[in-house]
């Protein structure tokens, strides 16, 4: 092999690279949409819903509604999440979602 046959080679393999790397990139967004789990603290997020209960002044069954709807919407996010594929294979890079669902 000559020298511009192995340049177009490793041109080609950076290629491939690259686009493997972006579909990486879009696999991660995908998780954008939960990224107010893991950027805040859990204990922190509860005691500001506790707040919000107070500052509002909800009778008993108002803040129950209201434990509800959020066990609810946190539980939506919970089936979201089982919901994406444990594994990704893009070209020759396998990527393994379950230590992040886990700990999402």
Do not use: M
């Not at 192995?6 to 080609?12: A, K, W």
């Not at 500001?48 to 066990?71: G, K, R, V, Y």
């Amino acid at each position: 092999a000559n020298n511009e046959e192995i340049q177009q080679l490793v041109e080609d393999v950076y290629g491939l690279v690259d686009i493997v790397f972006q579909d990486c990139e879009k696999h991660r967004a995908s998780y954008d949409q939960f990224s107010h789990l893991w950027a805040r603290d859990p204990a922190t997020a509860f005691a500001e819903f506790l707040d919000s209960l107070q500052t509002n002044n909800l009778d008993p069954d108002q803040e129950l509604a209201a434990f509800s709807a959020e066990i609810t919407r946190l539980k939506s996010f919970d089936d979201e999440i089982k919901s994406l594929s444990n594994t990704v294979t893009l070209a020759w890079l396998r990527l393994d979602g379950k230590p992040i669902k886990q700990a999402l």
